[in-house]
């Protein structure tokens, strides 16, 4: 009776849009020209243009356009930068790129560039009022915006700056972000923006959410406190891809659900990565580049997630439900997980830390419809007590993973 009580909620709320189930796997796509985090990337004209970076102590004025349906590189076409840069805020507005602010080895930068891919030419625009590092830039109601970052004294910057296209100009607008933050997983969808994490000192968990009301409100809160990941919008879902705790580079990603309000945990990167950047094309994720937990290893990988495969785009069948609850939790000696599943499946059943690594493996077999139970005591597979913290349940089928937060007390 409950069973059935159950599934008739799950039921519900799948076809209401306010569950984000997850199934699928990230792929690796053709590398990168050359290894680089802090690399701006944004999608113009069906390519995706990647934009300067660095690798350690060097900093890039190249520009690489990548190919998703040719999964190729073109490495020759698109002219070089006038100013070497990283962790510049990028946006496509207007037909054209612009890239504005970030850091070289002097420090943050102020300057603007505009690509216009017509004219295959980098336009030097007006500065910002101050340089910026970190800061975001999205379009909201067809007005480019700047937000956050630091400045070379490491103040972190309150004040909004916008785009007069008539003018060619940097405005101040009268609206402050508080507090503000630097690094942060930003992303636009219709009329709102939001922000979620980045650094203010230090790692930040809260969320902004800023509409065309031009007021500052309360998003939810992140699992994990963190910045420098990447943030992507995807039907009416929000993608937070990896980023820098306080703990160190994570592998976490969460999905964002815009209709109820709500963060649920979703399909982990396969290593942990910060400094990446992340761009959409035909419910395709693509994440370029970025740093592992050593700074000094940076990656040339790329990694795509099939988005409209994983049903964040399209809602999955009722039959194909999972059910996966713990009690207690947060616990300190065992917890009990029960799982339901509505057919016979090959299931993998594991526990993760933040940072993507496998704690310990609960069942790994192949099981029957219906409701299972087990016990995690706290240890992992060497049966080596292991630190408090959060952790993840991760359940996996043939075309399924279903993950839950574990809240571990010692």
Known sequence: ??????????????????????????????????????????????????????????????????????DSWDTTSAVNLGYARSDAACVAYGGRIFLIGGRNQKGALKQVEVFDPD????????????????????????TLLVIGGVDNEGVYIEKIEYYDIVNDSWKNTNIKLSP????????????TLWIFGGFYFSPLSSSLKFSSAKIWAPG?????????????VIGDSIMLIGGESASGTVALVEIYNIKSGTIEPGLSLPEPRAGHTAVTYEDKIYVFGGHGENPGNVFRSVLCYDAKSTGITEMIKPEQYLLLESYPN??????????????????????????????????????????QQTYWNGLSDGHRSIASGVYFLRLRTENRILTRKLVYIR
């Open 119 to 142: 004219s295959n030419h980098w336009q030097i625009v007006d500065e910002l009022k101050g340089p910026r590092d970190g800061a975001l830039a999205q379009v909201l109601d067809d």
């Open 220 to 232: 939810p809160e992140l699992t994990l406190a963190r910045g420098e990941g990447t943030a992507v």
């Open 330 to 371: 947060p616990f300190n000696s065992e917890t009990r997980i029960s799982l339901s599943i509505s057919e016979s499946a090959t299931i993998n059943l594991s526990v993760f830390d933040v940072r993507g690594r496998k704690i310990s493996t609960l069942i790994d077999g192949r099981i029957n419809p219906g409701t």
């Open 1 to 70: 009776m409950i069973g059935n009580i159950l599934l008739s909620i799950v039921t519900l709320l799948l076809f209401s849009g306010y569950l984000s189930p997850v199934y699928s796997q990230w792929v690796e796509k053709s590398s990168m020209p050359v290894a680089r985090s802090g690399v701006s990337a944004t999608n113009l004209g069906g390519k995706i243009y990647l934009i300067g970076g660095k690798n350690l102590n060097v900093y890039f004025d190249r520009v690489d356009i990548y190919d998703p349906q040719a």
């Open 180 to 191: 503000s933050r630097a690094g942060g997983l930003s992303a636009a969808h219709k009329d």
